[in-house]
């Protein structure tokens, strides 16, 4: 079994694409720093990406960028923050990233969206030890919906040709269930290169960093691929979607929490966040809202219908509605065996 770890010598730039004005969420918070469960869309991206221990890491911004670029210098102040000008476009937006980088900058490029929540670590080293020996690796995935997403076109050796948006697809094209991430490896050479050479002549006169994929192609430049779990690439557009993620992502928390000895009576109705922490045999019951750096200690129960922010509950202490005037605790209090 090939073991999946990204060596040194091959640790990627990573950039990721935070430019994009997120309309349908209908917010004057930018759509990249939504919150899933305690931390941000882009914050989950970044977290990610951790996992191939990035040499350099760039994103880029232009809607709100005072705000974005605010938090990713919180979040992430290593990151180097790359300005999108006007022109529009994924292909500009990759462009822009790479303005901000040496010139001579070498070895694999990993793109990526800024608003895919789900996307994990491990599927990053996956697709960067799919690339190993190639140029170009696509993350792709296979949808049961494949509406508004760019449509994988393979030939008849089953190399990917080309990458075809939604709305410049032809019917055949709009059957082909495999889709486009918008998470790719490139070697930064190349994409230099194909980058310049990238047009506007499309539905949405955009640059499209797809483009960059059929134009290989017809130099003869080979193109991996690297097939992905379809909710790890599912984008953000709108809050419907941000409600189903973050019910996952709950749902993924709780399961860790009770596979490490932790009673959650009610998942359905217990929600937590990234940043909280359990010890063994400990008890949630229904209604509980834990957020923060809430620490729940061996033998502590909480519930029913308890808000603790960022609260720590001592080892056998009971935090519940019957037992509190305050069912809401916040900013760091401690509460100890014998206050409850
Ligand atoms: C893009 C892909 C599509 C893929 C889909 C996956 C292209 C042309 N299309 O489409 O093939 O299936 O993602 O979700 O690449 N962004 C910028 N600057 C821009 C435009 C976008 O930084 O000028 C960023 C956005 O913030 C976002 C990402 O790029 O993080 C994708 O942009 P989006 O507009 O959502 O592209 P799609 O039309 O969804
Ligand atoms: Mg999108």
Known sequence: MRELTVTSEHRPTVIVLAAGAGTRMKSSTPKVLHDVCGRSLVGHVLHAASAVEP??????VRHQRDLVAA????????????????IPGTGRAVWCGLQALPDDLEGPV?????????????TLVGLMAAHEGNDITVL??????????GRIVRDEAGIISSIVEHRDATPEQLE??????????????????????????NAQGEMYLTDVISNAYKQGIPIGSYLGDPLCVEGVNDRVQLAALRSIMNRR?????????VTV???????VEVGVTFEEDTLVRPGSYLT????????????PHVYLDSVHVGPGVDVSFAHHSHTSLKNDSSIKDGQS
């Open 253 to 261: 928390l709780l399961e860790k929490a009770m596979r490490a000895g």
């Open 292 to 303: 923060g750096s809430t620490s729940i200690s061996t033998g502590a129960a909480v519930g």
């Open 176 to 201: 082909i269930d495999e889709i486009n991430s918008s998470m790719y490896v490139f070697d930064a050479g190349l994409l230099r290169t194909m980058l310049n050479g990238l047009g506007t002549d």
């Open 265 to 271: 009576e009610d998942p359905s109705s217990t929600w």
């Open 71 to 86: 938090h990713i210098a919180d979040i992430a102040p290593e990151a180097i923050i790359a300005d999108q000008d006007e």
């Open 55 to 60: 040499e350099r890491l760039v994103v880029v």
């Open 110 to 122: 990993l793109v990526t969206a800024a608003d895919t929540p789900l996307l994990d670590g491990d």
């Open 140 to 149: 792709t995935t296979r949808v049961p919906d494949a509406t508004g997403y």
